[in-house]
């Protein structure tokens, strides 16, 4: 696809294609990006249940580095989408290069903090006297992996933002298969056990950076990426950091509330630990879906919103309730009816599946409301109104879901974590009719 044709499958392509076209190769990317830690937990559970609750705790780190690449990806392609939309290249290529240097900074200031107090970070995260040592083993190299991770992140969604999607499928399997190649050398055949599944992540996580300054150095890209563009420009970070800090906090939140799940479950063991766990990175593998296809959904709004394309972009809207709702209960009936063959690839003891399979339902038991809250937080930061789209991303894992899991736990015991995240969901959903239902007037006056 040539760089005027990008422009024009936002603009004049019938919209539920467009949105397909746009939202296939992410949704791909996102499943691939799920896969990197479900074929991580898959290995890694045959050397035993402590090297398994290790990976788990250990996990959320990577949803930080995830919030600091999303931050300026997402901030920036917010308003790189609404740019192109008003044809101004340049300061689309301003925009692009301060954003993917700033998050580069900022993966490797966080990444030297972690490692400083990696032990204290571990033991608020859930890791117990057991697991602790595999969990800072795993943890080392999978927090080096994370600064390039950070800056893939950014990267995939700054070409995105110019409708090549189809650059960030490349980067992010080429990643994967690669990963899920190296995972079983390290780990068994060099005999560097959980260590050895951070390596393999390192070592994909470089290769995938490669891959997108390829991109962005080649005449592939329509804007360009160069270090003589950056500046340290108010008016740039504000644009960036109004739309990405819910990004942001919706990472740094659901990095949170996995530590927390973790943290209620080790009071049950590490079996619990391990079992909650394996079942996030299963659920994670139907929000990243969702998660893909809203990221082919943003462009296509922020694009038509800049273009003042107000009719186009409602049948946007439209179309993305319908297909993620399908979706979203597609998902909830196959994780409920195939729990335990699915929880079974992991660990086919009976013990663990007597945690993990209610867990696994009662996760996913609401999901189906799901496409209905990220379409509309996804309207609101693609349109370029921060605090609407900021309350609605944050609330799923954050306002709504942290004091959930503090206090079902106490009522319910393990069963209080296993349903901490539907009663969040419920709530959400709620909260969300309300609010659309409260701005609906103004925000159809809007668009």
Known sequence: MVKTDRLLLMRDEKVSKALLILGLPMVISMLVTALYNVVDTYFVSDLGLEQTAAVSVAFPISLIFSGIGLTFGAGAGSNISRLLGQNQKEQAEKVASIALVSSVACGIVIAALMLLFLTPLLNFMGASKTSLDYAKSYALFFILSAI???????????????????????????????????????????????????????????????????????????????????????????????????????????????SLISKKASVYGDEAVAAMGIVLRVVTLGVNIVFGYMKGFQPFAGF?????????????????????????????????????????????????????????????????????????????????????????????????????????????????????????????????????WGKKKNLFCAI
């Open 148 to 258: 390039f991770s950070t800056a893939n992140v950014t990267a995939g969604n700054l070409a995105v933002s110019q409708g090549s999607s189809h650059i960030s499928l490349t980067a992010m399997i080429t990643g994967a298969v690669l990963n899920m190649l190296l995972d079983p050398i390290f780990i068994f055949l060099f005999n560097m056990g959980v260590k050895g599944a951070a390596v393999a992540t390192l070592l994909a996580q470089i290769v995938t950076s490669f891959i997108y300054i390829w991109f962005f150095r080649s005449g592939k890209s329509y804007i360009k990426i160069k270090l003589s563009n950056y500046t340290f420009d108010v008016i740039v970070y504000k644009e960036i950091i109004k739309i990405g800090i819910s990004m942001f906090l919706l990472q740094c939140f659901a990095g949170l509330s996995m």
């Open 304 to 436: 038509n919103y800049g273009a003042k394309n107000f009719t186009r972009l409602q049948e946007g809207i439209r179309c993305c309730l319908k297909w993620t709702t399908i979706f979203c209960i597609v998902w909830t009936f196959i994780m409920v009816s195939l729990s335990v063959p699915v929880l079974s690839l992991f660990d086919e003891r009976s013990s663990f599946l007597n945690i993990a399979v209610p867990a696994l339902r009662a996760n996913t038991i609401m999901f189906f409301t799901f496409g209905l809250q990220f379409t509309y937080s996804t309207l609101f930061l693609a349109m370029g109104k921060a605090k609407e789209g900021c309350f609605l991303s944050i609330c799923r894992q954050g306002i709504v879901f942290l004091p959930v899991i503090l206090i079902l736990p106490k009522l319910l015991g393990l069963a209080g974590v296993f349903y901490a995240q539907a009663v969040a969901d419920l709530l959400t959903t709620a909260i969300t009719m309300t609010f659309i």
